[in-house]
């Protein structure tokens, strides 16, 4: 259950290197964003964000990081995937409390 002011989202999981240099084609960044991009180290060391269907980029906080690099470590996740995320928003700061894949493409 979530407190008054947590809220859920779902979307797709990037990485904030991809999400700055691919800033006007996030469209197509969601869906076609590669697991691959995103255990590569300048990927993962820049941190993760959550790709709202809005095309708002939400960045994780440290909690939501080492959430998103679990996920992405089982092998049922795949490229395209959406992620849900529970947690509370602060500015463009997502503080993460509960994150897991949730669909396909």
């Not at 969601?30 to 708002?56: D, F, I, V, W």
């Not at 994780?60 to 690099?69: I, M, S």
């Amino acid at each position: 259950m979530l407190c008054a002011s947590e809220k859920s989202w779902s979307g797709h999981l990037i990485d904030v290197a991809c999400a700055t240099d691919r800033k006007n084609n996030l469209s197509q960044l969601g869906p076609e964003h590669t697991r691959k991009c995103l255990q590569m180290p300048a990927c993962r060391n820049s941190g993760y964000a959550l790709l709202t269907e809005q095309l708002r980029v939400l960045r994780f906080d440290q909690r939501g990081n080492e959430l998103a690099k679990k996920v992405l470590e089982k092998e049922k996740w795949r490229s395209g995937a959406k992620i849900h995320v529970d947690g509370t928003l602060d500015g463009d700061l997502l503080l993460v409390k509960q994150l897991k894949c949730c669909s396909r493409k």
